[in-house]
């Protein structure tokens, strides 16, 4: 009732902040066309982690073989130039590592493409330009639902006016606006609209506790889990929006015990977007349930969670290269005014969210845009942010214009580090102190920033030992040298690094191998890179 005795423009702020975000992001798709052949051998979105994603769509509607046993014989003019990625199973079937829960979400957009196709002149094979045109609106379409549904989570405790900042600055000052507009097909920009919906739902259900509530509810709980695994953590909010402390947590359960029929039936909703995705490991692996990453070596390691490097190294620092969150994570201590129920939900799903990436193999997420994981959390994080904005915006005015200005520099320095991103001045793995400060804001890259890179080692990295290669560092005293001599002074090197002593220790006793055996291990691995790089 109180939005209607809101003046007719500040009650339409929300609503003007979603049109401005759509138009900038439709803009900058069309200004870059990111579903065009971005080079001469790779294609435009459906590459990298994105050709696991979708590969489950061709290969069972075009190809007419989920397993991918078509290789063995392709059709006529078929060349697997990184169309499917798979690893082969020691019962030699094909396996596609990553879940199917993007093909689902992309499917609409994918059978709308296959069916324009013959309209204009494309190929009918998954791949052409249309299909991956269709692919990226398919990202702005699923973050545009996430944003209006936002825009309605927001408005149940904060002001238009902050809510309408929050909606800008969640889409425009994170990299959210990266992972919609120039790698749309990532995962991101869906488990952020899915993340926000559930919360939605979670607010829902608790309010009004009905049977269709619960189905939706596990539902869409199931494709998160479905799209991402380790999103499950979302579920904290299930059990802990709206609990305030020891005596309402109580409350909780015996709520969740009185409604334990619901709750069944949540989980029987969530293991229904699961069925196809267990029915295809169990053609593929011969088990209805599989650890598909299993086979790639990648895992965690939460016994040395890398949590100062996730959050401010320059490598892919959270805060550092999206600053405006770590406003967002001060406005947790705002949340009291407006949103009490929501803060220990937020806080503890934070928490895990920073702990499992900090425990990750590859904690800097690969070549990326900053840390891209994160953006799944932004729905959840956007209530903190509006909170503070909230806050300062109810503030005097010299704080009103300060924090202001500050969040408006926030926007900008993410559109301009977008743009050195796309132009290669951000390298994608290797950023130090001297790199970031040596190209921040600047329109052109630094010539000596290729020197003075620091490349990890992916292989390494897999096994828990981070060791990094300095693109500067000339290695030709080392490649002068005879074998045994060089391999003896990168076995100095490493043993002079007690961190890294320590990560091969540790990989040693995961592995039930012998230290020295290791430690020859990673020499060599280092002598290679270095005497004869790939």
């Not at 579903?35 to 990298?48: A, D, L, T, Y």
Request: aromatic residues 16%.
């Amino acid at each position: 009732m109180q939005l209607k005795l809101l003046p007719v423009r500040e009650r339409s702020l929300p609503g003007a902040a979603l049109a401005v975000i759509l138009v900038a992001m439709l803009v900058t798709m069309f200004a870059y066309h990111p579903w065009n052949q971005s080079k001469p051998n790779e294609r435009g979105v459906i590459k990298w982690d994105v050709i696991s994603y979708y590969a489950y769509l061709p290969a069972t509607f075009i190809y007419g073989d989920v397993t991918l046993g078509f290789l063995d014989d392709p059709p006529e003019g078929f060349v697997n130039d990184n169309k499917f990625w798979f690893f082969e199973l020691e019962n030699g079937s094909r396996l596609i590592q990553t879940s199917m829960g993007l093909s689902i979400l992309y499917s609409p957009f994918f059978f709308t493409a296959h069916a324009l196709a013959p309209l204009f002149g494309e190929a009918r094979d998954g791949y052409s330009n249309i299909y991956q045109f269709f692919l990226v609106l398919s990202s702005l379409f699923y973050v545009m639902i996430g944003l209006l549904i936002l825009r309605r989570i927001l408005l149940r405790y904060f002001s238009p006016v902050a809510t309408a900042v929050t909606l800008i600055l969640v889409a425009l000052a994170t990299n959210l606006f990266y992972y919609t507009v120039h790698e749309g097909p990532m995962s991101h920009a869906y488990n952020f609209a899915l993340i926000t919906l559930f919360l939605f739902l979670v607010i829902r259900w608790h309010e009004k506790p009905a049977v269709k509530n619960a189905i939706w509810v596990g539902l869409v709980y199931g494709m998160i889990v479905l799209v991402r695994p380790t999103n499950m953590i979302a579920g904290v909010l299930l059990l802990l929006w709206g609990v305030t402390g020891w005596s309402s947590f109580r409350d909780r359960i015996l709520f969740l015990l009185r409604k334990s029929p619901q709750v069944a039936l949540m989980v029987c909703c969530f293991i229904l977007p699961w069925i196809p995705q267990m029915v295809y490991w169990k053609m593929v692996t011969g088990s209805f349930l599989f650890n598909s990453y299993g086979p790639s070596g990648s895992s965690f390691y939460f016994g040395s969670p890398h949590i100062v490097d996730v959050l401010f190294s320059y490598r892919k620092g959270w805060y550092l290269y999206t600053p405006v969150m770590l406003v967002a994570t001060a406005g947790i201590f705002f949340m009291g005014k407006n949103c009490r129920q929501g803060w220990r939900a937020v806080v503890l799903y934070l928490l895990l969210q920073i702990y499992l990436q900090a425990s990750w193999w590859s904690w800097w997420n690969g070549g990326s845009f900053g840390l891209r994981s994160f953006v799944d959390v932004y729905g959840v994080m956007a209530i903190p942010l509006a909170a503070l904005v909230d806050a300062a915006a109810r503030a005097r005015r010299s704080v009103t214009v300060g924090v202001g200005l500050g969040l408006l520099f926030f926007l900008y320095m993410n559109q301009y580090q977008t743009f050195q991103f796309k132009k290669g001045m951000i390298h994608h793995t290797g950023m130090t102190r001297e790199t970031y400060w040596m190209n921040f804001l600047a329109f052109r890259a630094d010539a000596r920033t290729w020197q003075m890179l620091s490349i990890p080692d992916a292989e390494l990295a897999r096994k828990g030992i981070y060791y990094e290669y300095y693109t500067g560092d000339d290695h030709e005293a080392l490649r002068a040298m005879e074998p045994a001599a060089a391999m003896d002074s990168v076995r100095r090197e490493i043993e002079s690094d007690k961190t890294l002593v320590k990560e091969i220790r540790k990989h040693a006793s995961r592995e039930r191998i012998p230290y020295e055996e290791t430690l020859e291990m990673v020499v060599e691995r280092v002598y290679d890179q270095k005497v004869s790089p790939d």
